[in-house]
């Protein structure tokens, strides 16, 4: 650590990472592990030049460093495989049980129990890491190449402690993270689990727990009275879940150290429980191995500013192998089956790629866009769910200049995708004449999961539904439908689907697992005969008549070929 300080004092920059075991070095009556003869306590470069990545530009601000690699190819294989979880489901029980009894006889009141994971690595860790990393775009990545091939991935949510100028002072500020939550399927449900999450009592005591160790901790570096918590109970956003933080800050104190704030910090409260030391002692006990790097700190030191992240969702490659930990906050009305998902969970940008996808808005043009206002609404909605740059007036004026261009008596399909960069395609089609007779749709062989969260947007990640399509036209029918899981009606290849039974229409709910399409939400809100019901096979056989319908061809009556299976 005087290494540290003094390569910071004169003008230098350092980065690097502590692993969680390094803790012991501050703190011996915690009694941790060694992190193993193979692997350093610390890992820190001394640096005489810093460069800095512009993310809104893509380029370095100043210019890039000499022999940099260049970066994989998309094509790169980055899979991993042979995933396999340290601690299988029933033995964990047995120790978060163990955990109760230590906290019914007020050893702790909480602790942060964790395990690893361990998976065979792709020979390019670098794709593999801006594979993983665009899964799990975070504020506080990093890419450690600290030996042969020795590796370091990280993809941390959770900032450890950021320090800035305030004038003559130094700011030190703590986030710590604490409590989690599955994201919902759709806006609307995600603002559910969000407002769940800030409110649910458990997440919130695990939370605070947290939040006052750290109080506390930063009491002994910062000046009286100046230590302050904000923000508690903050739902914060991730592609997959949503984590609980709080902020802690405070003005340091002139004579304060790195090696102090450290020794008073680390490791981060969030990763152990309360009491620390008693905590730490007995994860030593109860976990079977050293976390090493997980749960560790990876941070960059200068004069100007400092970063360290707590290294969760952080993986170490040794060659072809490489582990990662997970683990949640133990408490007494902790369910040992959920905490297990919450492990899961945390665990899926490791198996479940992004796709690379657009999102679609398909529309009507007839001298105007009919149902613009829901278009623009559905699709910017879907923009805020997964992040992408939305520009509404924007869009609204490409989409009027493309209009501009149609003669007045030409009906028109327009097709308008948005990238996740917010760039927009709009192209456009003659529309067809509608035939009289009914459509023929058949059934669609392969069942659909209500859970996948990509049924629910409308966008070019839909893979099945363009093969079943395909498939569906060259045996002469013009669509499919499709059924989830628990054999519920969903929705066509290229429709909502709309059921007249004694003179009423009936669409299934969303929450089964279909697109809420924009001619739906249409009838829906000014047709007092149309309401929702989850329906079956055998509703669609029992109706007076089937529809399908999409904003570009309305309602339009189907016969269905029960008999015929879609190969």
Same mark, same amino acid.
């Given at each position: 650590?005087?290494?540290?300080?003094?390569?910071?004092?004169?003008?230098?920059?350092?980065?690097?990472?502590?692993?969680?075991?390094?803790?012991?070095?501050?703190?011996?009556?915690a009694a941790v592990r060694s992190p193993g003869e193979d692997r350093p306590l610390v890992w820190f470069g001394i640096y005489d030049k810093c460069h800095t990545w512009d993310h809104e530009a893509g380029a370095f601000v100043d210019q890039a460093p000499p022999g940099l690699m260049p970066a994989a190819g998309e094509a790169t294989a980055c899979d991993i495989g042979g995933l396999e979880f340290a601690m299988a489901e029933a033995e964990y029980a047995e120790r978060i049980e163990a955990i109760h009894?230590?906290?019914?006889?007020?050893?702790?009141?909480?602790?942060?129990?964790?395990?690893?994971?361990?998976? +065979?690595?792709?020979?390019?860790?670098?794709?593999?890491?801006?594979?993983?990393?665009?899964?799990?775009?975070?504020?506080?990545?990093?890419?450690?190449?600290?030996?042969?091939?020795?590796?370091?991935?990280?993809?941390?949510?959770?900032?450890?402690?950021?320090?800035?100028?305030?004038?003559?002072?130094?700011?030190?500020?703590?986030?710590?993270?604490?409590?989690?939550?599955?994201?919902?399927?759709?806006?609307?449900?995600?603002?559910?689990?969000?407002?769940?999450?800030?409110?649910?009592?458990?997440?919130?005591?695990?939370?605070? *727990?947290?939040?006052?160790?750290?109080?506390?901790?930063?009491?002994?570096?910062?000046?009286?009275?100046?230590?302050?918590?904000?923000?508690?109970?903050?739902?914060?956003?991730?592609?997959?879940?949503?984590?609980?933080?709080?902020?802690?800050?405070?003005?340091?104190?002139?004579?304060?150290?790195?090696?102090?704030?450290l020794r008073s910090l680390f490791p981060s409260g969030s990763v152990t429980g309360a009491p620390k030391i008693r905590a730490m002692q007995l994860l030593s006990e109860l976990e079977g191995e050293a976390r090493g790097v997980y749960t560790g700190m990876i941070g960059f030191f200068s004069q100007d500013e400092s970063v360290a992240s707590v290294a969760i969702r952080t993986l170490e490659v040794n060659g072809r192998h490489a582990t990662m930990g997970v683990g949640s906050g133990i408490v007494i009305?902790?369910?040992?089956?959920?905490?297990?998902?919450?492990?899961?969970?945390?665990?899926?940008?490791?198996?479940?790629?992004?796709?690379?996808?657009?999102?679609?808005?398909?529309?009507?043009?007839?001298?105007?866009?009919?149902?613009?206002?829901?278009?623009?609404?559905?699709?910017?909605?879907?923009?805020?769910?997964?992040?992408?740059?939305?520009?509404?007036?924007?869009?609204?004026?490409?989409?009027?200049?493309?209009?501009?261009?149609?003669? +007045?008596?030409?009906?028109?399909?327009?097709?308008?995708?948005?990238?996740?960069?917010?760039?927009?395609?709009?192209?456009?089609?003659?529309?067809?004449?509608?035939?009289?007779?009914?459509?023929?749709?058949?059934?669609?062989?392969?069942?659909?999961?209500?859970?996948?969260?990509?049924?629910?947007?409308?966008?070019?990640?839909?893979?099945?539904?363009?093969?079943?399509?395909?498939?569906?036209?060259?045996?002469?029918? +013009?669509?499919?439908?499709?059924?989830?899981?628990?054999?519920?009606?969903?929705?066509?290849?290229?429709?909502?689907?709309?059921?007249?039974?004694?003179? *009423?229409?009936?669409?299934?709910?969303?929450?089964?697992?279909?697109?809420?399409?924009?001619?739906?939400?249409?009838?829906?809100?000014?047709?007092?005969?149309?309401?929702?019901?989850?329906?079956?096979?055998?509703?669609?056989?029992?109706?007076?008549?089937?529809?399908?319908?999409?904003?570009?061809?309305?309602?339009?009556?189907?016969?269905?070929?029960?008999?015929?299976?879609?190969?």
């Open positions: 650590m005087q290494q540290i300080e003094l390569a910071v004092s004169r003008g230098q920059f350092v980065a690097g990472f502590m692993t969680y075991e390094c803790g012991g070095c501050f703190e011996p009556n009894e230590l906290i019914r006889a007020g050893d702790v009141y909480q602790l942060n129990f964790t395990f690893p994971l361990r998976f +065979d690595a792709p020979e390019r860790i670098d794709a593999l890491y801006a594979a993983l990393r665009q899964r799990q775009p975070v504020e506080y990545g990093a890419f450690v190449h600290w030996a042969r091939g020795r590796y370091v991935l990280s993809y941390s949510p959770e900032l450890f402690f950021r320090i800035d100028r305030d004038g003559a002072r130094r700011r030190i500020v703590t986030r710590p993270m604490k409590g989690t939550v599955r994201r919902g399927r759709t806006t609307a449900e995600d603002r559910e689990a969000a407002e769940w999450l800030r409110n649910d009592a458990k997440n919130r005591s695990e939370n605070v *727990m947290i939040v006052d160790l750290l109080r506390n901790d930063l009491g002994r570096l910062c000046e009286f009275g100046s230590v302050k918590a904000s923000d508690l109970f903050a739902a914060e956003r991730h592609p997959t879940l949503w984590q609980m933080t709080s902020t802690v800050s405070g003005l340091l104190r002139e004579d304060v150290s790195f090696e102090e704030i009305d902790s369910v040992a089956a959920e905490e297990y998902r919450e492990c899961q969970l945390k665990s899926r940008f490791l198996t479940e790629p992004m796709p690379n996808f657009e999102l679609i808005e398909t529309m009507l043009w007839q001298g105007g866009y009919p149902l613009l206002e829901l278009h623009l609404d559905r699709i910017e909605d879907s923009a805020d769910y997964f992040d992408f740059r939305f520009d509404r007036a924007t869009i609204l004026e490409r989409l009027l200049a493309v209009g501009a261009t149609i003669p +007045d008596a030409a009906p028109h399909k327009v097709r308008l995708l948005l990238s996740k960069d917010g760039s927009v395609t709009i192209s456009s089609e003659p529309l067809e004449g509608a035939v009289a007779a009914p459509l023929r749709v058949c059934i669609a062989p392969e069942r659909t999961d209500a859970a996948d969260r990509f049924y629910f947007h409308k966008t070019t990640n839909r893979a099945l539904y363009m093969r079943t399509l395909i498939a569906a036209h060259q045996a002469g029918f +013009d669509d499919a439908l499709f059924l989830n899981r628990d054999g519920q009606v969903t929705e066509s290849a290229v429709g909502n689907v709309f059921v007249e039974k004694d003179r *009423m229409l009936f669409t299934p709910p969303v929450s089964c697992g279909l697109l809420a399409g924009v001619y739906r939400r249409h009838l829906l809100k000014t047709r007092r005969d149309v309401k929702e019901r989850v329906l079956y096979p055998e509703d669609l056989k029992a109706a007076d008549r089937v529809y399908l319908s999409n904003a570009v061809r309305g309602l339009r009556l189907v016969e269905i070929d029960w008999d015929f299976r879609l190969l």
